[in-house]
């Protein structure tokens, strides 16, 4: 199965600010890469698919980046309904993994 | 609107089963690929398996920790998705959630709101 590392695990950061997460594969994925947002008590919401297409419904200050095994999910400006946990997930071979996660908390 | 709609989740004992439901609507359902996606409380996201579309030969996969104990069906008459779970372990204990398959089983487009199934003596 292929791994999906994500850093950091958590990471406080301020209404405004620009965050930055990361997504490491075991091995190359291509474009095989989506992210998605979860609130608490909530279903995962998909943000970005195929490394860097916006879901329809999903404000521009998120942007994905990356190929291979290196990707990046960030946020321009932190709003306040963007404190949430953030997951990656790959589809380049199966079973589908997901990282273990990286929650944004306000600081 | 797309819906998908879990029901069936609850309290069991280890060594029983229980059968889950997802009642879709809102889309082509009989175009679709749904998988059931769990996450343990406190934990992350991992994916239980997966259907294909009758067209596509409505194979499954399953992730390996699953596979041989659970079952995932499908109804297209009635929308319906299922996930039947046989011999459940306590580490089977999760909040089990519906997706749709984002075309040829990428992403995860649209989930459910999660049904809570407990492992317990």
């Known amino acids: 199965d292929i791994q999906m590392t994500q850093s950091p695990s958590s990471l406080s950061a301020s209404v405004g600010d620009r965050v930055t997460i990361t997504c490491r594969a075991s091995q190359t994925i291509s474009s095989h890469l989506h992210w998605y947002q979860q609130k608490p008590g909530k279903a995962p919401k998909l943000l970005i698919y195929a490394a860097s297409s916006l879901q329809s419904g999903v404000p521009s200050r998120f942007s994905g980046s990356g190929s291979g095994t290196d990707f990046t999910l960030t946020i321009t400006s932190l709003q306040p309904e963007d404190f949430a946990t953030y997951y990656c997930?790959?589809?380049?071979?199966?079973?589908?993994?997901f990282g273990g996660g990286t929650k944004v908390e306000i600081k | 609107e797309v819906q998908l709609v879990e029901s069936g989740g609850g309290l069991v004992k280890p060594g029983g089963s229980l059968r889950l439901s997802c009642a879709a609507s809102g889309f082509t359902f009989s175009i679709a690929w749904m998988s059931w996606v769990r996450q343990a409380p406190g934990k992350g996201l991992e994916w239980v398996g997966r259907?294909?579309?009758?067209?596509?030969?409505?194979?499954?996969d399953y992730a390996a920790p699953v596979k041989d104990r659970f079952i995932i069906s499908r109804d297209d008459s009635k929308t319906t998705l299922f996930l039947q779970m046989n011999s459940l372990k306590t580490e089977d204990t999760a909040v089990y959630y519906c997706?749709?398959?984002?075309?040829?089983?990428?992403?995860?487009?649209?989930w459910g709101q999660g049904t809570l199934v407990t492992v317990s003596s």
């Open positions: 259907i294909k579309t009758k067209t596509d030969g409505g194979t499954t």
């Open positions: 997930q790959q589809s380049y071979s199966t079973p589908p993994t």
């Open positions: 997706t749709t398959d984002c075309s040829g089983g990428s992403c995860f487009g649209y």
